[in-house]
């Protein structure tokens, strides 16, 4: 089974940083990409940054240099890391990624972690 497992969200004041994780706490296959997404302005999810499996790496417009992403894919970890963070970031942060197990491959998303930043 797959279950992916956010961490490091909270309450941070503008211009500081917080350091996302995200990991396979049960059975994975190949990793295939990985990435983050947040619930967006209109509840329907937006692009943060992916990964892809040959190390092609895309971030959202709204970021601007921000924020780093980072991972192992033989571990099934996946990082951000967010700098300069604005109150207009506050979003619950979504974890994914594509495993392949034999000739199946599937996305898998985590539960979610709260991003706040406020003064």
């Known amino acids: 089974q797959v279950q992916l497992v956010e961490s490091g969200g909270g309450l941070v004041q503008p211009g500081g940083s917080l350091n996302l994780s995200c990991a396979n706490s049960?059975?994975?296959?190949?990793?295939?990409?990985m990435g983050w997404y947040r619930q967006g302005p209109e509840k329907q999810r937006e692009l943060v940054a992916t990964m892809s499996s040959g190390g092609y790496i895309k971030y959202g417009d709204f970021v601007e240099g921000r924020f780093t992403i980072s991972g192992d894919r033989a571990k099934s970890t996946v990082y951000l890391q967010m700098d300069s963070l604005k109150p207009e970031d506050t979003d619950v942060y979504y974890c994914?990624?594509?495993?392949?197990?034999?000739?199946?491959?599937?996305?898998?998303w985590g539960k979610g972690t709260q991003v706040t930043v406020s003064s």
């Open positions: 049960g059975s994975a296959g190949t990793v295939y990409g």
């Open positions: 994914i990624m594509a495993l392949g197990y034999g000739g199946n491959r599937d996305d898998y």
